[in-house]
């Protein structure tokens, strides 16, 4: 099932008391499925083949944030998403957007005392796949 990232959106009123249970209905009844979403690699990747690594909503907009530094602790926390590949496969780190094909979980990963994040993908495959004109990572790196 394709997905696009406005499909998982939803509003967080209090971020440090966030829970699972807040979670929309159409976005729970995902949990389980094979999925294939667009993205982009997190920076700070080392390795050319990647087994874990933090995916960043492609999104039609401006970024939401734009920063200096290593954690994504500002996005929306449902901009970005853990993936992990499944055994006996890695990803190729790329700037360019990438689809990742898996199956969707959820679990809250903190950062600075607050959740960061609740989306995880376990990852078949990671493709590359053509930029979209007007889309662009949420999150990019600099001034």
Known sequence: MALKWTELTFTVEDRSRFDLAQLPVHVRALEGKKVRVRGYFHLGITSKE????????????RPTVSKF???PDELPIHQL???E????????????PVAVSGRLTFSIVES?????LVFRIVADAVEAVPRR????????NGC
Request: charged letters at 5%; proline letters at 9%; glycine letters at 16%.
């Open 112 to 116: 600075n005392g607050a959740p960061c």
């Open 81 to 83: 998403a853990a993936v």
């Open 85 to 96: 590949m499944s055994p006996g496969h890695t990803a190729e780190f790329t700037l360019n």
């Open 133 to 140: 004109s007007g889309y662009g990572p949420c999150l990019v």
């Open 50 to 61: 990647v087994q874990a690594f933090l995916l960043l909503g492609e999104i039609g907009t």
């Open 69 to 71: 530094g290593p954690l």
